[in-house]
Every structure is written in C-alpha cells, then in structure tokens.
Nanobody, 126 residues
Framework: QVQLVESGGGLVQAGGSLRLSCAASGRTFRSFAMGWFRQAPGKERELVAAINRSGGNTYYADSVKGRFTISRDNAKNTVYLQMNSLKPEDTAVYYC???????????????????WGQGTQVTVSS
C-alpha cells in the first residue's frame, strides 16, 4: 500500500513554469514505477510522463516532449514533474500514480497503475 500526495499546482501565465511534486508514503517507493497523468475538463485522463523504478528511463507524451521533465528522488520518496513553456492547453488536473511493475521499466499503460493521488490543479492563462 502506498499513499500519494501531489503539490505544486497553481495558476501561471503561458510560457511560465511550474514544478509538481508527489510525495509517497511507505518504505517501498523505490519498488514502484511512477507516472504523471492529467485530465482536462471534458477529456479523458492521459499519460503525461512516466519513469522507471531506478529513474534511468523516462517516457513522455508527444504533446509535452521537450517542455516537461519527470524525475524522482528515491531517498525522499518523491517524484517530480518540471513543466516549462506552459501552454493554455496544459490546463488540467494533474495526478501522480504508482505501478507495481515487477520490471525496472517505464509503464505507459494507465490500466497498470495501482495507486493514485488526489490530483492538483494546473491552470495556464493565455
């Protein structure tokens, strides 16, 4: 069991930056692959970025490549999402999630995530 708590969301102007954090409870954080998802009003939740257990491999949705960076600090039980050059279309509720992936690989499939945070709102004004 792991509990996830996101923070760092807010209102920012287009072109600005935000860094989201997701703090995990428990001593097994390093055994989970992690992902950041987002859901905009009227749209389905989508994967934004994912990272493997050790942090050496990452995956990004095409819409955020070159602008967003996912990272993790296993000593701090925290995963981050650095978001630069934000656009109004990035406006959404952002969720972090943990996957009990038995392999040290990224997990791109939403259905394979086992634990979810409560979400944090990111609003980008034009």
């Amino acid at each position: 069991q792991v509990q996830l708590v996101e923070s760092g969301g807010g209102l920012v102007q287009a072109g600005g930056s935000l860094r989201l954090s997701c703090a995990a409870s428990g001593r097994t954080f390093r055994s989970f692959a992690m992902g950041w998802f987002r859901q905009a009003p009227g749209k389905e939740r989508e994967l934004v970025a994912a990272i493997n257990r050790s942090g050496g491999n990452t995956y990004y949705a095409d819409s955020v490549k070159g602008r967003f960076t996912i990272s993790r600090d296993n000593a701090k039980n925290t995963v981050y999402l650095q978001m630069n050059s934000l656009k109004p279309e990035d406006t959404a509720v952002y969720y972090c999630a943990a996957s009990r992936n038995p392999y040290d690989t990224v997990v791109p499939a939403q259905s394979r995530y086992d634990y979810w945070g409560q979400g944090t709102q990111v609003t980008v004004s034009s």
